[in-house]
């Protein structure tokens, strides 16, 4: 294992545990069937204990997807992992993944327990979980905030009962690169015990080190490295796991390490997971952002048209990109699946015809449709085919001296419903109008607007983040109409919550 590079994707624990992220167990399972299609070597699909859907989805990814070992979080309390081993126990390949702080800070101040009394819970911890698989990761969490000599010292506590895999966490973003791949040396030195441990690294991006930080690791010598797709999670977010494939399949050289991810995957993942967890990827994010093989500059696009690796280091194709495609109103049927072909998109004959109407519908009004574009219609009408409330017509009255109204027509369960309503604004009139139609009122805790072209006829897709009870829902649209895409986006968020009205979240960890 000394050349090869475990990928360890948190995006569906650590990655979920962002603020206004929900996932429900459906997007949960699809989001792992990429990875699995993606070719990460470990899903650690939730925090079984967490709530019962965090356990129904492990319980489902564990039963559904096979390829990747698949992970679940566990305190060092026996009911943690007892119920994190439950919940995996139809997988092929399992994983306990148990973790104990080990700062001063979080021992003293959250935990309440001395040095010893974390050590004792480590080893029962890891022993219990040895009882249910052969394969156990342990975490010494705030690990870069704990005293080094203490980690060693848990480390190797974690190992005599068990542990196979021995990841260090820098859970709040603290370390740099330097001091951070010290402390790996030493964990490889003192605790590895030849080739019979694995050393792994879980870094957040609190600093923007997180990727830094992990490949300095490797150099120091760890072989897992934990991350989530589009580099999602607490606070400023992981390790970016297309990051770093990318990083060290470009730099092989430098790294000396192989992964087994099938890159061209890496794309479509990341766009999956934007449009679950309603967060969009920046612009200039490395690798899988719109701009990330864009160029502007005449010298740069001088050069790319000459040969592309002037200002390439990656080819677009290798992670999943394509070049820009571009449709029309007067594109036909054939045109349009030759388009989603080449983009690699596979849909249902209904599904088809639903994007293949809205883009019809989109091309009158704008003309020309880019890939993108495209990818955005394709993404909003395939997530809605099983809503209960359809939009199916939006009216808009207002003014500068005019109190803005608007009216929603809906079909609930096919029956036809009409709303007007009053609001600061046409959405957020429209909004008002909406919840009135589902019948239930929602808070409106993020929105965004992120145009696909230029230009006053520009497409945009809107993202929307509600809450309504104790539980957040995302929701996204596509159009020409900034207030009609917000309203499809509103729309598919309160489909969401229609369908759930009882979700709960855990707080998470590292």
Request: overall charge negative.
């Amino acid at each position: 294992m000394t050349d090869r590079l475990i990928i360890f994707d948190t995006t569906l624990r650590d990655g979920e545990q962002a603020p206004g992220i929900a996932l429900s167990p459906d997007d949960k399972l699809a989001i792992a069937t990429q990875l699995a299609r993606l070719g990460v070597d470990v899903i650690e699909a939730g925090f079984a204990a967490a709530s019962p859907g965090d356990f129904e989805a492990v319980r489902r990814i564990a039963t559904e997807v096979r390829g990747p070992t698949i992970a679940a979080l566990a305190r060092t309390h026996p009911d943690d992992i007892d119920r994190a081993a439950e919940a995996l126990a139809p997988a092929v390949r399992s994983r306990i993944h148990v973790f104990m702080s080990t700062s001063p800070i979080h021992m003293e101040r959250m935990l309440h327990i001395t040095p010893a009394e974390a050590l004792v819970s480590i080893t029962e911890g890891v022993t219990r979980a040895r009882g249910y698989t052969d394969d156990v990761e342990f975490s010494p969490q705030d690990a870069t905030r704990s005293d080094p000599d203490f980690v060693i010292e848990t480390c190797k506590a974690a190992v005599a009962a068990g542990a196979t895999t021995i990841n260090i966490p820098d859970t709040v973003g603290y370390a740099m690169p330097a001091e951070f791949a010290a402390l790996i040396e030493r964990v490889v030195r003192e605790v590895r015990n030849g080739d019979d441990v694995i050393v792994s690294t879980h870094c957040h991006n609190d600093l923007g080190m997180a990727v830094a930080n992990s490949l300095a690791a490797i150099g120091a010598g760890a072989r897992q490295i934990e991350c989530a797709v589009n580099g999602i999670g607490e606070r400023a977010g992981n390790t970016s796991t297309e990051e770093i494939i990318m990083a060290v399949k470009t730099r092989h050289d430098h790294y000396g390490v192989d992964v087994g991810a099938d890159t061209t995957q890496i794309f479509e993942t990341s766009r999956l997971v934007s449009r679950l967890t309603g967060y969009p990827v920046q612009y200039n994010k490395a690798v899988v952002g719109r701009n990330a093989f864009a160029h502007e500059a005449g010298i740069h696009q001088h050069g790319v048209l000459k040969h592309r690796e002037t200002y390439e280091i990656m080819d677009p194709a290798d992670v999943g990109q394509r070049s820009l495609l571009v449709l029309g109103k007067h594109s036909g049927r054939a045109a349009f699946a030759d388009a989603i072909d080449k983009m690699g998109v596979v849909l249902e004959d209904v599904e088809f015809q639903q994007a293949f109407d809205r883009f019809k519908e989109l091309a009158d009004r704008k003309g020309e449709i880019s890939e993108e574009g495209l990818r955005g219609i394709i993404e909003e009408e395939t997530g809605i085919a099983a809503d209960v409330v359809k939009l199916v017509g939006l009216h808009l009255h207002g003014g500068d001296h005019e109190t803005p109204m608007a009216t929603v027509r809906v079909t609930r369960d096919g029956d036809p419903v009409e709303v007007t309503a009053e609001g600061d604004g046409m959405v957020n009139a429209a909004f008002v109008a909406l919840q009135d139609a589902f019948g239930f009122p929602a808070k409106l805790l993020d929105y965004r607007v992120m145009p696909y072209t230029s230009g006053a006829d520009a497409m945009a897709e809107v993202s929307v983040i509600i809450q309504t009870g104790p539980t957040t829902y995302s929701g996204r649209g596509v159009s020409t109409d900034v207030v009609e895409g917000s309203a499809r986006a509103f729309v598919a968020a309160l489909n969401r919550a229609l369908a759930d009205r009882d979700g709960t979240i855990m707080e998470g960890n590292e």
